[in-house]
């Protein structure tokens, strides 16, 4: 599921290349992880190999919260770069760049949810080929999302890579305790997991909004038990004051860890829990569903400036900078 929160990225010439990196608190000292990927892959691409640039990222949501920001930023990158690939081509790109060069244990689901916009399935085959389904939410399904959803920072950030690794390396323990080959924990929670998407899928087909709360839980329940690090208590705690309030149900989002837990609320309840949320000083990130994907924030160019007579190239800078905006993921194992 894509949201309104977005990142919103900048490539430019000029005099010497940087990245500057900010959200809604400000400037931001940036991914070390990033900063090198995003140098190398500019490095190596035609238009850009031999000059200077300023790449320039700014969300709407800080990074390590879950929502998918470093999966977005370089689907708005590959969309600078390839402005007329397909949806698809920009999120296996991203996701190359990210799963290969940079060498981190992500899955695709961020980078096409934020290439392609709204809601859809995600069918991944054992060759890697992601295949991607929309989804057309009820007129009650996507009302719901838009006003009874609600996203609050629990204030922790985490490394989702670090997460996922230190998962699979429990259950990769595990298994090797129990000595019995069969099927590890984690594959089956995974396929439990999974199973929940064809009910969720119907619900939101049929508006059964009733039913979103109920089935956030009981995936988060299921992904709780994956590992060490993917619970915390700060996410505990402000899932069972959002209950308490009165919410139906309620996951952290992401790999776990600490960023956004994200509740299903209905009318009733909603000031409780927003007020119970603000006594436990986890702010709420407003959002709505977005249907569009990556996409051009302005007009212009960033290609790199033509020659001037002569055979001399004109500085750089000349360039007319360009930005692509990239929505945030909201959630990825039930969309």
Known sequence: MAIDATVRVRLSAADRSELRWSDRTGDLPGDPVLNELVASVLRTHPDWAHRSWTVTSTADARAGAGLGSSGAFLVALAGLLSPDGSADELARTAYHWEHRQADRMVGPQDSFASAHGGIGTLAIGTDGEVRVSPLTPHPRSAAWIDNNLLLFDTGISRDASRIVAAAKQDDDQRTQEDGTGRSSRRTEQLHAIRALVAPFRQALEEGDVDRFGPLLTENWKLKAGMGRGVSTPRAEELLALCLSAGAHGGKL??????????????????????????????????????????????????EPAADKPGGRRRDAPTATPRQRVAPLAGDKELS
């Open 253 to 302: 989002v992401g790999a776990g860890g600490g960023g956004y837990v994200l509740v299903s609320v209905p009318d009733r309840a909603l000031h409780a829990v927003r007020t119970a949320m603000g006594r436990a000083h986890a702010p709420e990130l407003p959002f709505r569903l977005s249907p569009q994907g990556v996409r051009a924030d302005r007009a212009g160019s960033c």
